[in-house]
């Protein structure tokens, strides 16, 4: 069993940024990916980015420009900074492991961006 657990996110004006981090615990031995949702209200749970245990990272490209995902094998950490925050960015922000095939998943974080 993997745990997983989320901490960065709050409340921040258009323009701003935040950095999200998701710490692994549990057995984390080869955990294969790490990623980011997000789910806005009345929308489904989309993908963010994700980042293999070897370092290949993807980012979707709705937030490439603004948006940084990494990862720290060692510590079991992802994190996803995100600049340049925009209204639409507001979701709850979910972290995922994949570890032999089966998914884990975090609490959330709430992101809110608004004047």
């Known amino acids: 069993q993997v745990q997983l657990v989320e901490s960065g996110g709050g409340r921040v004006q258009p323009g701003g940024s935040l950095r999200l981090s998701c710490e692994a615990s549990g057995n984390t031995y080869n955990i294969a990916i790490m990623g980011w949702y997000r789910q806005a209200p009345n929308k489904t749970r989309e993908l963010v980015g994700s980042?293999?245990?070897?370092?290949?990272?993807h980012v979707v490209d709705s937030v490439k420009d603004r948006f940084t995902i990494s990862r720290d094998v060692g510590k079991n950490t992802v994190l996803l900074q995100m600049n340049n925050l925009k209204p639409e960015d507001t979701a709850v922000y979910y972290c995922k492991a994949t570890q032999y095939q089966q998914d884990y998943w975090g609490q959330g974080t709430q992101v809110t961006v608004s004047s």
């Open positions: 980042v293999s245990y070897g370092g290949s990272f």
